[in-house]
């Protein structure tokens, strides 16, 4: 039961964070129409965070809650990779950061559909639609500013050769992956790596992006050892919860 819950906190955490962060730019779209996009990948994130929580706390029983499980957690518990709690730095490096991992998620998805475990199977069905979306929106992106002016080209590709660093821990898998990966009920993202970078690197290719080639990757997030910028996005999105415990509207 224990590896279920942190399976389930592997993918959920990454959707809460990616939220967060997609969440600080409301209001600071340089479009209304972009504005308004990422708010609404924000909420479809969030949306699919609860469904995975409430599942994870009915799990564990309790006094658990999704509110529990996504407020009181210090932030050792939190299993997100690096990459979605980067900062906005800019709109180039979110978009980078959107579109790295949104052509992971929907390759989880796809194969978490066929999950044993018919919540998980049932989230990820759900969920396929709107994360086709969020690929279509950031890879037209990607496009758009790798293909678009001298000082948007530039920053697109400071943005993706900053982040890619972060993409190789998509697929590293913990105890917990493994475990439930052999029972039949987490998805094997391990045979998705080459799929994943073809896919972007497509992508980039197109937007006249150069791919990268780094001599190392980031990781530690999917063992709790995060970046610097974790503990100043966990104290804002916490303090209400913790200032207030137990409130309710």
Same mark, same amino acid.
């Given at each position: 039961?224990?590896?279920?819950?942190?399976?389930?906190?592997?993918?959920?955490?990454?959707?809460?964070?990616?939220?967060?962060?997609?969440?600080?730019?409301?209001?600071?779209?340089?479009?209304?129409?972009?504005?308004?996009?990422?708010?609404?990948?924000?909420?479809?994130?969030?949306?699919?965070?609860?469904?995975?929580?409430?599942? +994870?706390?009915?799990?564990?029983?309790?006094?658990?809650?999704?509110?529990?499980?996504?407020?009181?957690?210090?932030?050792?518990?939190?299993?997100?990779?690096?990459?979605?709690?980067?900062?906005?730095?800019?709109?180039?490096?979110?978009?980078?950061?959107?579109?790295?991992?949104?052509?992971?998620?929907?390759?989880?998805?796809?194969?978490?559909?066929?999950?044993?475990?018919?919540?998980? +199977?049932?989230?990820?069905?759900?969920?396929?639609?709107?994360?086709?979306?969020?690929?279509?929106?950031?890879?037209?992106?990607?496009?758009?500013?790798?293909?678009?002016?001298?000082?948007?080209?530039?920053?697109?590709?400071?943005?993706?050769?900053?982040?890619?660093?972060?993409?190789?821990?998509?697929?590293?898998?913990?105890?917990?992956?493994?475990?439930?990966?052999?029972?039949?009920?987490? +998805?094997?993202?391990?045979?998705?790596?080459?799929?994943?970078?073809?896919?972007?690197?497509?992508?980039?290719?197109?937007?006249?992006?150069?791919?990268?080639?780094?001599?190392?990757?980031?990781?530690?997030?999917?063992?709790?050892?995060?970046?610097?910028?974790?503990?100043?996005?966990?104290?804002?999105?916490?303090?209400?919860?913790? +200032?207030?415990?137990?409130?309710?509207?």
């Amino acid at each position: 039961m224990n590896n279920l819950v942190q399976y389930i906190y592997g993918i959920a955490d990454n959707a809460l964070i990616l939220g967060q962060r997609l969440g600080e730019l409301c209001g600071h779209g340089p479009s209304l129409e972009t504005d308004i996009a990422l708010t609404n990948i924000s909420l479809d994130l969030f949306g699919q965070t609860r469904s995975y929580y409430q599942y +994870a706390a009915k799990l564990k029983g309790g006094d658990a809650t999704e509110d529990t499980v996504a407020f009181l957690r210090s932030e050792r518990e939190y299993i997100n990779v690096l990459l979605v709690e980067q900062p906005n730095t800019n709109f180039a490096y979110s978009i980078a950061r959107q579109f790295l991992f949104d052509a992971f998620h929907l390759l989880l998805l796809e194969e978490l559909q066929n999950s044993n475990d018919k919540t998980l +199977a049932a989230i990820a069905k759900k969920s396929i639609k709107e994360v086709r979306y969020h690929l279509r929106f950031s890879s037209d992106w990607i496009k758009r500013l790798g293909d678009g002016t001298p000082e948007s080209h530039q920053k697109i590709q400071e943005a993706i050769d900053d982040l890619w660093v972060y993409t190789n821990e998509l697929f590293e898998q913990t105890d917990a992956d493994k475990a439930m990966v052999a029972q039949g009920t987490g +998805a094997d993202v391990t045979p998705l790596r080459d799929a994943y970078y073809t896919q972007i690197s497509q992508v980039l290719e197109e937007a006249t992006i150069a791919v990268p080639n780094p001599e190392y990757f980031q990781k530690g997030g999917k063992q709790g050892v995060h970046s610097e910028h974790m503990g100043y996005l966990l104290a804002e999105m916490q303090y209400m919860q913790r +200032a207030y415990p137990n409130m309710s509207w």
